[in-house]
């Protein structure tokens, strides 16, 4: 088992930034790699980024690239998601998720990742 704790949404203005953090324990949070979704009212669940189990790898949605930037401290077992530049499509609950995987097959696909936080919300005013 991994249990994943999200911290650092928030309501923010457009133009701005913030961080969000997804603090693992349990199974050896290396082994794993990591993505972000989110969803928003009435819509499905939508990929954001993902990172390989050495970090070496990462991968966006075209909707966030060149804007948030997702990392990991393997030996803090915390991933992270930089969110710059939000805007209110942005508004959604953010949750991190440890994928059946290191490496990053199947990344975008909400099936690949066995094990899920409980959400942090990210509101984005205009």
């Known amino acids: 088992q991994v249990q994943l704790v999200e911290s650092g949404g928030g309501l923010v203005q457009a133009g701005g930034s913030l961080r969000l953090s997804c603090a693992t324990s349990?199974?050896?949070?290396?082994?794993?790699?990591m993505g972000w979704f989110r969803q928003a009212p009435g819509k499905e669940r939508e990929f954001v980024a993902s990172?390989?189990?050495?970090?070496?790898?990462?991968d966006y949605a075209d909707s966030v690239k060149g804007r948030f930037t997702i990392s990991r401290d393997n030996a803090k077992n915390t991933v992270y998601l930089q969110m710059n530049s939000l805007k209110p499509e942005d508004t959604a609950v953010y949750y991190c998720?440890?994928?059946?995987?290191?490496?990053?097959?199947?990344?975008?696909?909400?099936?690949?990742?066995?094990?899920w936080g409980q959400g942090t919300q990210v509101t984005v005013s205009s």
């Open positions: 998720a440890a994928s059946v995987y290191s490496d990053m097959y199947y990344n975008t696909r909400p099936g690949t990742y066995a094990y």
């Open positions: 990172i390989s189990w050495s970090g070496g790898s990462t």
């Open positions: 349990g199974r050896t949070f290396s082994n794993h790699a």
